[in-house]
């Protein structure tokens, strides 16, 4: 199953409020990015992040998924209805993300 192109915009609708905010389509699911950072994303109408300490001790339910067979397990966000809960989990978790890996150029 994938996700919806409105649980997307409505995710996005709740973190308008933070800039650099972008998503990219892989597969029928949305992979998240914040200032260059992949958070997390939405798979099967679920909105997973990575689960890095800070993520986990700012969230008030803890549950892990996978977002499909075979990958690392990522932490369900829930409390969906609040722009401020969203917001700060975003900026609390941005430092510990890890930096985007560089492309390496092809050689001729």
């Known amino acids: 199953m994938s996700?919806?192109?409105?649980?997307?915009?409505f995710i996005l609708a709740q973190l308008s409020d933070l800039k650099d905010v972008t998503y990219r389509a892989m597969m029928g699911e949305f992979i998240i990015y914040y200032r260059g950072k992949i958070v997390g994303g939405i798979y099967d109408n679920r909105f997973?992040?990575?689960p890095v300490k800070s993520a986990i001790t700012y969230l008030k339910t803890i549950t892990y998924e996978l977002p499909?067979?075979?990958?690392?397990?990522?932490?369900l966000v829930d409390d969906l209805d609040s722009k401020e809960y969203l917001t700060?989990?975003?900026?609390?978790?941005?430092?510990?993300?890890?930096?985007?890996k560089t492309k390496k150029k092809k050689s001729k």
């Not at 700060?88 to 985007?100: I, K, R, S, T």
């Open 3 to 9: 996700s919806s192109k409105e649980y997307l915009n």
């Open 48 to 50: 997973l992040v990575k």
């Open 68 to 75: 499909y067979e075979g990958t690392k397990e990522m932490l």
């Open 88 to 100: 700060g989990l975003f900026n609390v978790m941005y430092d510990e993300l890890p930096a985007p």
